[in-house]
């Protein structure tokens, strides 16, 4: 056996074969067995991390000390842990020491019960039922901008649907006072007024470019107030980790701590801001068109108030399930890195013993199990998109042959309004629906990530809590 300088050597148990091979080096043994006592030069007593006794052999039996009462009295105040029985074998350029049960604080009482208030297991994927409460989203928002920020994104939002909202009434409006003027001169009237169409177009162009504006401005500031929202929750994660005691990673899969700061990150970062965003658009462009439809014509509000219904109905229906289905993705997910993980890190150890194949198939059947519940979430959004596009058919016929019943008392500005706007709610209905159960179902992860966060917040002392 040949040692180089500087080499650390970790043994199970004092043996004689590597006595010759470590008679010139600095050995510390840490154990509780205290037949090897009267063969070390130095004795050192710890308990709680701090020295009870040091002395020679020889002095603790000059001192009348009895060890073994240390000893016992030690373990009765200690919690009840499997003790550390690892010889540690240095070189003399360096010292190791065995670090105690407790995190070693300055302060030993406060850490001591810092400590023991922690709970070390994370919460699971389970956790995500119920329903999103509001405070959730305002703990969403505040944390990636302040109140004034979050008001004026809200106001920029209205401008800006009021503005697109605009083109098309004053579209309508300028084609009626188009036939008008049509009317009256080819029925010899009198024309009272000259059509000024510099000022329309101009109207009309200005309006065009506000819409442009403003949709820039909201999708900027949406983008802004998420990506920060995202970034704050992650900072406070690492930090809960960083600070978190070694029997965290002990008890929890680093496959489940991975999935939180991968894809539940990744999901913030990415799929939130669009998705938040589309639903921002297509709802506030649908409460438009309605508004512009029912003043319009005032009987559109008819059919209108059940298409809601069955929408607010199809769309709790649909969160309950794809909450579940959620989870179950979520839940079968986090093996998988666990899997992973910790074949890389014990791959020598598969080669060795030729288990590669079992541990593929592991792999397989782990990665299986999270595919039927990805295909499960992947389905039961269109199942959603299926019913609501065929609702949302429904409704366009009712309002085309409407219009075709009422057509001698409504105006051809009216009727291509209403037509244009009923294909145009057609679409963004459904979508709407569709994006808002997907944002539900993102934020629902907030709660994970609260709870991730807050779980190992203690009051450490930046100053002095870490023994530097």
């Known amino acids: 056996m040949c040692l180089h300088p500087g080499v650390l050597l970790l043994i199970t148990d004092p043996v004689s074969s590597v006595q010759s091979a470590l008679k010139e080096k600095i050995t510390i043994l ?31 039996l000059k001192s009348e000390v009895d060890v073994f009462s240390l000893f016992e ?16 074998l240095i070189s003399e350029s360096s010292v190791l020491s065995q670090p105690s049960p407790r995190p070693l604080l300055k302060d030993a009482a ?12 994370l919460p699971l994927e389970d956790h995500l ?35 697109y909202t605009l083109q098309d009434w004053w579209l309508a409006y300028w084609g009626n006072i188009q036939r008008d003027l049509y009317f009256k001169v080819y029925g010899k009237e009198d024309i009272i007024f000259i059509l000024d169409l510099n000022w329309y177009f101009t109207v009309y162009s200005g309006l065009i470019v506000s819409t442009i504006l403003f949709g820039i401005t909201r999708s900027l500031l949406i983008f802004y107030v998420l990506v920060n929202s995202s ?9 809960s980790i960083l600070r978190a005691p070694v029997l965290f990673f002990n008890r929890n899969p680093i496959g489940r701590i991975l999935n939180r700061f991968l894809k539940d ?29 029912v003043a319009a014509i005032p009987w559109i509000a008819l059919p209108v108030i059940p298409l809601a219904i069955i929408f607010f109905v199809l769309r709790w229906y649909f969160l309950r399930t794809s909450r579940d289905v959620k989870r ?16 890389l890190r014990g791959l020598w150890t598969i080669r060795a013993c030729k288990a590669e194949q079992s541990f593929q198939k592991l792999f397989d059947t782990y990665q299986d199990l999270h595919s039927e519940a990805w295909f499960l979430l992947l389905t039961t959004s269109r199942w959603l998109a299926v019913y609501l596009d065929v609702i949302c ?25 209403v037509l244009s706007l009923t294909l145009t709610l057609m679409g963004i209905f459904q979508w709407c629906v569709r994006q808002s159960a997907e944002v539900e179902n993102m934020v629902m992860f907030f709660f994970l990530f609260l709870a991730f966060s807050s779980l190992l917040a203690v009051k450490w002392h930046k100053s002095n809590s870490y023994v530097k």
């Open 30 to 60: 840490v154990t509780h067995q205290l037949q090897y006592l009267k063969d070390a030069n130095q004795i050192l007593i710890l308990r709680d991390g701090k020295m009870v006794k040091r002395g020679t052999y020889t002095e603790f």
């Open 73 to 88: 009295k030690g373990n009765e105040q200690s919690e009840p842990s499997p003790v550390l029985e690892t010889p540690t």
């Open 110 to 121: 406060l850490g001591d019960q810092d400590t023991e208030n922690i709970q070390v297991t």
């Open 129 to 163: 039922e119920g329903k999103v409460s509001f405070k959730t989203y305002e703990n969403y928002f505040t944390a990636g901008a302040d109140w004034p920020v979050i008001i004026f994104l809200i106001l920029v939002n209205i401008t800006a649907q009021v503005v």
């Open 231 to 239: 970034q704050t929750l992650h900072n406070k994660m690492l930090e």
């Open 265 to 293: 990150i990744g999901q913030m970062d990415d799929l939130l801001p669009l998705t938040f965003l589309d639903f921002i658009q297509t709802f506030l462009l649908m409460i438009g068109v309605v508004g512009v439809m």
């Open 328 to 343: 179950l993705e979520c839940t079968t997910q986090s093996p998988v890195f666990s899997h992973l993980a910790s074949s």
């Open 393 to 417: 058919a429904i409704f366009v016929t009712v309002i085309a042959f409407g219009a075709l019943i009422l057509v001698e008392t409504l105006t051809p500005g009216q009727v291509g309004l």
